[in-house]
């Protein structure tokens, strides 16, 4: 995935589901993120880039809250692939 498609959707999330980032942050940092819980702010706030480690332990964080609220909405990790909408989808055997 891309970065700023990684970050851009982590941060929707968050606002979305109003996630504490302060308890967000806490919970980055036990899973081994390394920035400060102002580099969090600014980078669900689209103002800052994370390292992809650190994208992906703050996606780790983020969803752990999401699961505990039963949020269905989650965030991408950096490997995680866009899917088109189905309507959008085509069908790989077709001629169209």
Request: hydrophobic content about 40%; overall charge negative; proline content about 3%.
């Amino acid at each position: 995935m891309d970065e700023a498609d990684q970050q851009a959707l982590t941060g929707a999330v968050i606002k979305r589901h109003g996630l504490d980032l302060a308890e967000v942050w806490l919970d980055f940092v036990a899973l081994g993120g390394d920035a400060s819980e102002q580099d969090i702010r600014d980078y669900s706030s689209g103002t800052a880039a994370l390292s992809k480690d650190d994208r992906d332990a703050l996606t780790q964080a983020v969803n752990e809250h999401c699961a505990a609220a039963n949020a269905l909405v989650r965030a991408p990790f950096s490997g995680s692939l866009l899917a088109l909408p189905q309507k959008e989808r085509q069908d790989p055997y077709s001629s169209k």
